[in-house]
Structure formats: C-alpha cells, structure tokens
C-alpha cells in the first residue's frame, strides 16, 4: 500500500450544490462498464514449454489429461507441464508436424501427420499405420471421428473406416470410385465431396447431401466446412462465404458474424473469413480480444480451450473479478478508503483526486478539491442521519443534503490525519488518528490515548459489535472497550501482530482480526488463533476481510485476494487439520493491479447483492462470489515418473533401487484445469515416514540414502477450492540391501565370527597351555636351580668350610692336651699357625658363599660400581681380555630388583667364560632417556643352530634365568650370534615402568 501524504492546503469553505451545479456535475459523469460477464484468457506458448505455436488438436483423454497437437509434436498436459512427443523421442512418430487429432475409443489418440500418415496411439505407444493397415503410407489427407470414437480417414480421395477387431482400415460403400473426397477445412472434422449438382459432406460419422445453387460450378467452390453446430460451411474462389440455412446456401462477401453456444449455454462471438478463418472474440477487463483459432473444447470442469494458429494455447475462463478504475469515470485509480451507504451507494475514496459515488455499478458523482474536499480522502464513515463524514490529512467535512460543511464541536486545533471515522450507539463520533482517538461528544468531547487505556495511540480500525462493544485497532494492537472497560491486546497477548489492519465480527458474532504482516487472528473463547502462511494463507497481510453469504472469508492483501473458508480455519484450529485451502485471485481473475490497499477505514465493503469491493492500485476490485467457478470434482493423482541417480524409469508402478543407488526422484501431478497452481499435494512413503509431509504446489518427491526394505510411496492432492483426492496414487518402492546387509550374509558372518571366536579360544587355550608347560618346566628348573644351589651351598659348607672348622678343632684341642704332651713350644706354635690358616682360609670361602649368595659390593658400592667390579672379576678368572663401558645406572632400578640387573650380567659373563671359548669379550651398558640397554658380546664360536640351556653359573640358572629376570625387569631380550664370529646378547630395559622383583 502506498504511505499517506503529506497534508495539503485546501479551501475549507462551504459549498452549496443548486440545482444548475448538479446538472453541471452530472453531465461529467463517465458511464461505468456494466458488471456483465468477463473472462479471462491464459495463455500458453513455445516460451512456456508448448512445443510449437500452432495448435491443430486438443483432446482430454479419459484419464483426465489433455493431449494437444502442434507442427513440432503432440504434448501432454497437467495444466502445469507439457510432456512432449516427437519423432526424436517416440518411436513410431513418422513426422513430428502433426496436423489434427482426434480421439478414439478406449481413450486412444489418432494422429494426422503432415506426411500424410496415420499415427495411433495405444497405451502409451505410438505407431504410424502402414500398408499391412488397408491404406496406402503417406496417403492420408484427413481424420475424423464420432461420438462414440470411431475412426475415418481420407486416404487417396475415398473414406476408409478402421475395424479395431481386425486392426485395419475398410472402404466404406458410399465411397466409390466416382467420387473424390476433400478434407474438411477445419481440421478433424470429416471430408466432403460433389456428387452430380450436390455436396455430400461426411462429419462426425454422418454422411449428408446438400443441393447446390444452380449458380454455384463445381470448379467455383473453394472449400467446405462443417462447424460444432452442425451447420455446413462453403467458400467460393471469389471469396464468397456462406452456410446452408433451411436447406438453401446463402453465401455473402466479407466476414461473416455468427456466434456458438457453449455446453453453459453462453454465447460466443465468431468471425468467419471467406477464407475459413475463424476469430473468437470475448469481453475480459471491459475490452474485447480476439483469438485465429483452429479448435476449441470444453473440459469436465467447464474451461474452454483454444488452439489458435501461432499464437498457441488458450485456456477462457469466467473473470471473478471487475475492477472499476478512471477508465470507468472513478476520480483516480489509487483507492483506499471504500463505504457501501444504506442508500446502496458505494463511495470511493481515491488519491490524489478525491471521491467517487458508484450506483449501479455507475459512477455518478465524482468529487475533487475544487468541490470542497479537505485534502486526500483516507476515512469514510455514514451516521445514523445518513450523513457522509470524510476523514482526509487536513480535516474532516459532511457531506449532507449534497452540501460540504465543516462539522461543529472540532477541537481548536488541527487534527492529525483521520484514519478512520465510527459513530457510537448513543451518537457520539469516534475519529481514529496516529496520536489517539477523538471523541467528538459536544461539551463531553475529548481525546483517548494509550494513557487511558488504548493498546497505542495509533488507531486506523474502528467497529461496533453486536453487544455494544468497540474495537479498535492500529499499530500497537488491540483496544475493546466494554461499559467504560478497556481490554488490551498485543503480540505478547497472543496476536498475531501488533499491526492491526482490520477488524469483523462474523456471522457468528465471533471476533477477527487481519494484520498487515504477521496473518489473521481469531479471538476464541478469549484466546487468539493465529493462522498465516504456514498454516496455508495465501499471505500474511490480512488489510480487510470480509465474509460472503457462504461462509467463506476474502482477505486482501499486497499479493492479491484470497479467499479461505471459515470451516477449514475452525478444522486447524480444533487440530483437524494442518493446513487451509486459501485460494489466489490476482491479474488473471480481472484486478488491474493486485496490489490492495488498507490502512485506512473501512478498508472495503460488501454491498446489498454479496459483491465485495476492495481498493487497489489501481482501481476498486469487485468481487462476485456467485460467479467464482468451485471445482467440486476432486483431483485424480497421477505419479508421472521415477528416476534412479538422474535416470528415468519405465516402470512407475514399481520401481527397484540396487545397492549403490543413492537417489530416488519421483514425479507426480493432479488433473484438475481450473486453477492447478493452487493444487496442493502431500505425500509418504510408508514404512519411512511416520506422517504425511504437505509439500503444497511442489510435484516432485524426493528420497535418498533409502534404507533396504519394502515401501509404498503414496501421494494425495486438495484442489484450490478445498476438495481432496478420492484415491491415492501409489507406487511400490524396493530397495535391495548390498550382499553385505542380506539375510545369509549375516549368517556367514556370524558362522565367521564363531569360527574366528572357538579358532582364538583354542589357540588361546594351547598359548595357556604352552605357558603352563613353559612355567611348570621354569619352576622345575627354579626348583632344580634352588635345590642345586643349597646342594652347592651345603656341600661348600661341609666339604669345606665343615672340614676347615673340623681341622680348627682338632688343632685345638690339641693345644689344650695336659702339658707334657703338646710338645716343645716350636710344635705349638707350628699348631696355632696352622689354626689360624685355616681360619683365614674358612673365612676366604665363607666370603666366596656369601658373594655368590649376594655380592657385597651391591650394597657397598652400588649397582654401577659392581658390574665393573664383576668384570675385572671375571676377566681375571678366564685369564682373558673383558672390557667395560658402564654408564652411571644405580638410581634406573629400584634397590630389590638391582641384583635382577647384576644376575643377568653375571650369567652373561659365565656364558662368555665358560662356553663361548672367546679370547676377548665386552661389557657395555648405555643409560637412555627411558630405558636402558645392556650389550654382553664375545668373539667366541657362538651359539649352536639349535640354542640349549646353558647351564647355570653361580647364583644363576643359565639362560632361562637371565629371560626370566629380563621379563621380570619389562626387558626385551635378543641375541644375535653367528658361528665362527661370536655373540651378541642385547637386553633393553624400559625406565619408570614398574618392574616385579625377584631375588635369588
């Protein structure tokens, strides 16, 4: 909607209309177009997916589509997408250039081509009739058909009809050899021939005779024609044109006027040229237009069809809407405020000229400036006097006794600009402006403003209910005020929106609003139900509703009118419904401009007879509800395709998915003609989709990643006017799993996975088994290791040291025999020496057992010092080269595992002295960041192929021990050794990680 003006200056003084002014106005009065029926016409061409301009057939099959033929293809259409067949996409098309079509029995479609071939048709197969058919190929100069559906041609000058139970053509008997057939001129409907002073014609399976003028040669004739009436046309070589009228043919020069009847029983104006051109004109927006057509149909729902030659196809349907504009003598085009009087007048307020009387459908009186208007007409208003208060940016008047006055009792000062104008029960005039509301009450009078109760200041809608009650709305919300009690409501309320454009009370007494941009809102049971476009309003503008004798609410709107039914609003709200049918009126129904204008009061009117008028743009649009076509017949659903990864199907009844196919797109439509860009659809795939997804005009479903399994996609369609699908169409989805999610594959896997579980437990149960042995033959070796040390620790102890403390007593006790008998003091002192010799020797070996028990320099020098000291050690044992590089080591281990450390380097060292027969040998241990590493090599004969057990030195048992204690210090053991060359023993020792201790 335009924004208000500015406020102009006018002449407020009084004006006295005598009688000389009246006939002055009136005599300016423009007579308005008449409120007869218009049509509309929407048209189709090659921009819009037709396939080529001229239309030679149209045809509704009994399946509901419509099939037309072009000179580029025969195209099937859903009223919204044209699916085209030629000779490069079906086989069987000879050529592509059809030239008529007719439909056939069983809904089979017979064809004309330009190459002078039949084509048939057949369940979704086309074939061009050949020889083997009783006609000779490229023959055929006509078709036609009858009622019933069937088959004539003209094939080489005679009529052949098709048997369909012999599939092929037959001469018929009054075709003989004597006479020579000729296409009738209007394409599809028979042939015509001249037998002595007659002209036979054969259309719609009938053969006629008719005389011929006495006048008229043969040679003279041009053509003949047989129109949808029945009557026989003849045009003559001296453009001469006529019909048989009561068996006499009246031919005339120039054009001939003549008109049909459609199945409504409506009349149709035609032009027929001498030449057969035939012109059908129709009233649409006040002004005739004209189409050169070739044919013309009606389908099931009533819409005419034209196929024209160039210019494509039409589709005529009756105009919903007038509009009356300056054309018509309204006083200027962009209207906003619209009242109906008691009188039966309607009164225009337009900008920037002023306002307009509408009797009739008339204009009478149209009122500017210069008569005496305050400025831009924005508020109308009728008291119950019968006065007409006008509201506008510089003041208010009265138009009363064909007077303007100003009326008395205005406050001082200027008022704001009057948005609207209400007169309350007990007289007092209400005036609606940006800053509040002014109550006009004589001495009482005084203005209302937020401040006292109003949701805003702002109030531009004024109505009175049935109770008594007032309502006023405007940007900020919504005021009632009840005995003297506001009551305020705004979006935190529950509106809708805070701008309030309109405001009715319906015919249930129940309360409405429509909002500028946020939809309509119904105040039930003292909570608001908002709808708007998600809830299927045609748009979330709401400037004025108004209500028909039928229930059905019309809502304007900056897109256009829609009209919605009141029950299906009460079906969504009680939660029976997601969505309502709102239908769409614009252009195409006769507004010049489908923009609406509000804002202003009253915003539109219905009048005495139910016709509604709205301000537009341009124009006031009025609205004949009884005249609006409502398409009770519900919609037939058709899937129309499938495709897999971009790739079209041939089958839609049941369509496969195999592993790796992803995608899935399926296309569908509804067969109603009338308005199929307001066919809503909804769809589900059951076993997927737990509900119905509304996807509104789309007609395309999409799928994807579908999981395996059986599906039924399923598709409904509601129709502009509300009525819904009979029967669902339906298409079998299968989605293969891949070999990997079947039935026995699941069954390998899982005999796999046993095989896999019993393989691990047996060869876990021989690893146990395996470890057991290995433990059980480790402890025996421990055991026999123990029991071998204390046999070496008890013999040590009695053959030696037992001896030695045997000889130390004996000696003694030889000292301690009576004198006399211990001989000179030389033999006693010879005795002490050997005591204390032995002594020293038993102390000797008690060291030796002790080290070998635990050395002591392990815990006197520490575990560094004593690995070099074990070296020299065995170096000087073996009377051989050992050398040592020991980094400082004694903080890597923990005090009870460091003789773990000094066991395993001195087994080493027994292996290298004992069995490697090695001349040289060498010690080296490396402390890392996190571990550390001990290299024991030799240059000895290395190990044999197959390793033994080499056998334990002291305080060890050979290399099972050392494994042993490197496993107990988290250590990875390797030797390298190669015959002839010498051994190579590597230990790593991981740093940090706890080890287990183990003390031998």
């Given at each position: 909607?335009?924004?208000?003006?500015?406020?102009?200056?006018f002449?407020?003084g009084?004006?006295?209309?005598?009688?000389?002014?009246?006939?002055?106005?009136?005599?300016?009065?423009?007579?308005a177009?008449?409120?007869?029926?218009?049509?509309?016409?929407?048209?189709?061409?090659?921009?819009?997916?037709?396939?080529?301009?001229?239309?030679?057939?149209?045809v509704?099959?009994?399946d509901?589509?419509?099939?037309?033929?072009?000179?580029?293809?025969?195209?099937?259409?859903?009223?919204?997408r044209?699916?085209?067949?030629?000779?490069s996409?079906?086989p069987?098309?000879?050529?592509s250039?059809?030239?008529?079509?007719?439909?056939g029995?069983?809904g089979?479609?017979?064809?004309?081509?330009?190459?002078n071939?039949?084509?048939h048709y057949?369940?979704?197969?086309?074939?061009?009739?050949?020889?083997?058919?009783?006609?000779?190929?490229?023959?055929?100069?006509?078709?036609?058909?009858?009622?019933h559906?069937?088959l004539?041609?003209e094939?080489?000058?005679?009529?052949f009809r098709?048997?369909?139970?012999?599939?092929?053509?037959e001469k018929e008997?009054f075709?003989?050899?004597?006479?020579?057939f000729?296409?009738l001129?209007?394409?599809?409907?028979?042939?015509?021939?001249?037998?002595g002073?007659d002209?036979l014609?054969?259309?719609r399976?009938?053969l006629q005779?008719?005389a011929?003028?006495k006048?008229?040669?043969?040679?003279?004739?041009r053509?003949?024609?047989?129109?949808?009436d029945?009557?026989?046309w003849?045009?003559?070589?001296d453009?001469?044109?006529?019909?048989y009228q009561?068996?006499?043919?009246?031919?005339?020069?120039?054009?001939?006027?003549?008109?049909?009847?459609d199945?409504?029983k409506?009349?149709?104006?035609?032009?027929?040229?001498?030449?057969?051109?035939?012109?059908l004109?129709?009233?649409?927006?006040?002004?005739?237009h004209?189409?050169h057509?070739?044919?013309?149909?009606h389908?099931n729902?009533?819409?005419?069809?034209?196929?024209?030659?160039?210019?494509?196809?039409?589709r005529?349907?009756?105009?919903?809407?007038?509009?009356i504009?300056?054309?018509?003598g309204?006083?200027?085009?962009?209207?906003?405020?619209?009242?109906?009087?008691?009188?039966?007048?309607?009164?225009?307020?337009?900008?920037?000229?002023g306002l307009s009387?509408?009797?009739?459908?008339?204009?009478?009186?149209?009122?500017?400036?210069?008569?005496?208007?305050?400025?831009?007409?924005?508020?109308?208003?009728?008291?119950?006097q019968g006065?007409?208060?006008i509201?506008?940016?510089?003041?208010v008047?009265?138009?009363?006794?064909?007077?303007?006055e100003?009326?008395?009792?205005?406050p001082?000062?200027?008022?704001?600009?009057?948005?609207?104008?209400?007169?309350?029960s007990?007289?007092?005039m209400?005036?609606?402006?940006?800053?509040g509301?002014?109550?006009?009450?004589?001495?009482?009078?005084?203005?209302?403003?937020a401040?006292?109760?109003l949701?805003s200041?702002d109030?531009r809608?004024?109505?009175q209910?049935?109770?008594?009650?007032t309502?006023?709305?405007?940007?900020?919300?919504?005021t009632?005020?009840?005995?003297?009690?506001?009551?305020?409501w705004?979006?935190?309320?529950?509106?809708?929106?805070?701008?309030?454009?309109s405001?009715l009370?319906?015919n249930?007494?129940?309360?409405?609003?429509?909002?500028?941009?946020g939809?309509?809102g119904?105040?039930?049971?003292?909570?608001?139900?908002v709808?708007?476009?998600?809830n299927?309003?045609?748009?979330n503008?709401?400037?004025?509703i108004?209500?028909?004798?039928?229930?059905?609410f019309w809502i304007?709107?900056?897109?256009?009118?829609?009209?919605v039914?009141?029950?299906?609003?009460?079906?969504v709200?009680?939660?029976?419904?997601s969505r309502?049918?709102?239908?769409a009126?614009?252009?195409?129904?006769?507004?010049?401009?489908?923009e609406?204008?509000?804002?202003?009061w009253?915003?539109?009117?219905?009048?005495?007879?139910?016709?509604?008028?709205?301000?537009?743009?341009k124009?006031?649009?009025?609205?004949?509800?009884?005249?609006?076509?409502?398409?009770?017949?519900p919609?037939r659903?058709?899937?129309e395709?499938?495709?897999?990864?971009?790739?079209a199907?041939?089958?839609?009844?049941?369509?496969?998915?195999?592993?790796r196919?992803?995608?899935?797109?399926?296309?569908?439509t509804?067969?109603?003609?009338?308005?199929?860009?307001?066919?809503?659809?909804?769809?589900k795939?059951?076993?997927?989709?737990?509900?119905?997804?509304?996807?509104?005009?789309?007609r395309?479903?999409y799928?994807?990643?579908l999981?395996?399994?059986?599906?039924v996609?399923?598709v409904?369609?509601?129709?502009?006017?509300?009525?819904?699908?009979?029967?669902?169409?339906t298409?079998?989805?299968?989605?293969?799993?891949?070999f990997?999610r079947?039935?026995?594959?699941a069954?390998?896997?899982?005999?796999?996975?046993?095989?896999?579980?019993?393989?691990?437990l047996?060869?876990r149960?021989?690893?146990?088994?395996?470890?057991?042995?290995a433990?059980?033959?480790?402890s025996r070796?421990?055991?026999?290791?123990?029991?071998?040390?204390r046999?070496?620790?008890?013999?040590?102890?009695?053959?030696?040291?037992?001896?030695?403390?045997i000889?130390?007593?004996?000696?003694?006790?030889f000292?301690?025999?009576?004198?006399?008998?211990?001989?000179?003091?030389?033999?006693?002192?010879?005795?002490?020496?050997e005591?204390?010799?032995?002594?020293?020797?038993?102390?000797?070996?008690?060291?030796?057992?002790?080290?070998?028990?635990?050395?002591?320099?392990?815990d006197?020098?520490?575990?560094?010092?004593?690995?070099?000291?074990?070296?020299?050690?065995?170096?000087?044992?073996?009377?051989?080269?050992?050398?040592?590089?020991?980094?400082?080591?004694?903080e890597?281990?923990?005090?009870?595992?460091?003789i773990?450390?000094?066991?395993?380097?001195q087994?080493?060292?027994?292996n290298?002295?004992?069995?490697?027969?090695?001349?040289?040998?060498?010690v080296?241990?490396?402390?890392?960041?996190?571990?550390?590493?001990?290299?024991?090599?030799?240059?000895?004969?290395?190990?044999?192929?197959?390793?033994r057990?080499?056998?334990?030195?002291?305080?060890?048992?050979?290399m099972?021990?050392m494994?042993?204690?490197?496993?107990?210090?988290?250590?990875?053991m390797?030797?390298?050794?190669?015959?002839g060359?010498g051994?190579?023993?590597?230990?790593?020792?991981?740093?940090?990680?706890?080890?287990?201790?183990?003390v031998t």
């Open positions: 909607m335009s924004q208000l003006s500015h406020s102009r200056s002449d407020h009084h004006i006295r209309f005598n009688a000389l002014g009246l006939v002055v106005l009136f005599t300016l009065v423009i007579s177009a008449s409120m007869k029926a218009q049509f509309r016409a929407t048209q189709w061409t090659t921009d819009t997916g037709l396939p080529q301009n001229s239309v030679r057939g149209i509704q099959a009994p509901g589509y419509l099939w037309v033929a072009t000179l580029n293809g025969v195209a099937k259409f859903d009223g919204i044209f699916h085209v067949f030629d000779k996409n079906s069987g098309v000879s050529s250039r059809f030239v008529s079509m007719v439909s029995a069983g089979d479609l017979w064809l004309a081509s330009e190459d071939n039949v084509v057949h369940e979704g197969h086309f074939t061009t009739v050949g020889a083997g058919a009783g006609i000779r190929p490229h023959s055929v100069g006509a078709i036609t058909t009858d009622h559906g069937e004539w041609v094939s080489d000058q005679h009529v098709w048997i369909s139970s012999r599939q092929r053509f008997a075709s003989t050899g004597d006479l020579k000729f296409p001129w209007w394409v599809g409907t028979g042939f015509w021939a001249v037998r002073s002209l014609t054969f259309s399976g009938q005779s008719h011929l003028p006048t008229l040669r043969v040679d003279q004739i053509g003949a024609a047989v129109g949808g029945g009557a026989v003849v045009g003559t070589q453009m001469r044109i006529g019909r009561d068996g006499q043919l009246k031919l005339q020069s120039g054009t001939v006027h003549t008109a049909f009847q199945p409504a409506r009349d149709w104006k035609v032009d027929i040229s001498p030449t057969f051109e035939r012109t004109s129709f009233p649409s927006g006040g002004v005739d004209d189409i057509y070739n044919i013309v149909i389908d729902e009533g819409n005419m069809w034209v196929g024209s030659e160039n210019e494509g196809l039409f005529i349907q009756r105009q919903s809407i007038h509009t504009s300056s054309v018509q309204l006083a200027s085009d962009n209207v906003y405020p619209v009242l109906y009087s008691r009188m039966g007048d309607m009164w225009i307020g337009s900008w920037p000229a009387r509408i009797h009739d459908g008339q204009v009478i009186t149209a009122l500017t400036k210069k008569d005496g208007l305050p400025g831009l007409v924005t508020a109308l208003a009728e008291d119950n006065k007409l208060w509201g506008s940016h510089s003041g008047k009265v138009l009363s006794q064909r007077k303007l100003v009326p008395s009792g205005l001082k000062e200027k008022l704001p600009t009057i948005l609207a104008i209400h007169q309350t007990d007289g007092a209400l005036f609606g402006t940006p800053n509301l002014y109550v006009l009450d004589g001495s009482n009078s005084h203005w209302l403003t401040k006292d109760g949701a200041d109030a809608v004024i109505i209910d049935h109770r008594g009650d309502w006023i709305g405007g940007y900020g919300g919504l009632r005020l009840h005995n003297g009690q506001f009551t305020r705004t979006e935190a309320d529950g509106l809708p929106s805070n701008n309030v454009r405001i009370e319906d249930f007494g129940e309360i409405w609003i429509g909002t500028y941009d939809g309509i119904w105040l039930r049971n003292g909570k608001w139900v709808f708007n476009k998600n299927g309003l045609h748009d503008g709401a400037f004025q108004l209500e028909d004798n039928e229930e059905h304007s709107s900056n897109s256009g009118i829609y009209r039914r009141r029950s299906e609003l009460q079906d709200a009680d939660g029976r419904e309502v049918t709102s239908v009126f614009g252009l195409a129904d006769g507004m010049l401009s489908a609406c204008n509000g804002g202003v009253p915003a539109g009117a219905k009048d005495a007879r139910g016709l509604l008028w709205f301000p537009t743009q124009g006031v649009a009025v609205v004949d509800p009884a005249s609006v076509v409502t398409v009770v017949k919609p659903v058709e899937i395709s499938a495709s897999i990864e971009d790739k199907q041939a089958d839609v009844d049941h369509i496969v998915l195999h592993p196919q992803m995608d899935l797109e399926i296309e569908y509804a067969l109603s003609y009338t308005r199929p860009e307001q066919i809503s659809f909804r769809y795939l059951d076993g997927l989709d737990k509900t119905w997804q509304d996807v509104g005009p789309r395309t479903a799928y994807s990643h999981p395996p399994g059986d599906y996609f399923r409904a369609a509601r129709n502009g006017d509300g009525v819904s699908s009979v029967y669902d169409s298409m079998l989805v299968t989605v293969i799993p891949p990997y079947r039935w026995w594959f069954v390998l896997i899982f005999l796999a996975v046993l095989s896999l579980i019993w393989g691990l047996h060869y149960i021989g690893q146990l088994k395996k470890e057991r042995v433990q059980q033959a480790f070796e421990l055991i026999a290791s123990q029991e071998g040390e046999r070496r620790i008890a013999a040590e102890l009695h053959d030696s040291l037992g001896q030695r403390l000889i130390i007593n004996n000696l003694a006790l000292l301690l025999r009576p004198k006399g008998k211990v001989g000179s003091e030389e033999e006693r002192l010879e005795t002490i020496e005591i204390r010799t032995e002594a020293s020797q038993a102390i000797e070996e008690t060291r030796a057992i002790s080290y070998a028990l635990r050395p002591f320099q392990l006197r020098l520490g575990l560094t010092k004593a690995i070099q000291a074990l070296t020299k050690t065995a170096a000087h044992a073996a009377q051989m080269e050992i050398t040592a590089e020991v980094d400082d080591i004694d890597a281990f923990d005090e009870e595992l460091r773990n450390f000094y066991r395993i380097v087994e080493a060292l027994n290298v002295v004992k069995h490697s027969g090695a001349t040289q040998g060498k080296v241990v490396r402390r890392m960041k996190s571990s550390v590493v001990l290299t024991v090599s030799d240059n000895g004969k290395g190990l044999p192929s197959e390793p057990n080499i056998n334990a030195g002291p305080g060890g048992f050979g099972t021990g494994r042993e204690r490197a496993t107990l210090l988290k250590g990875t390797q030797i390298k050794s190669d015959p060359v051994t190579i023993l590597t230990i790593e020792f991981p740093v940090g990680v706890r080890q287990l201790s183990w």
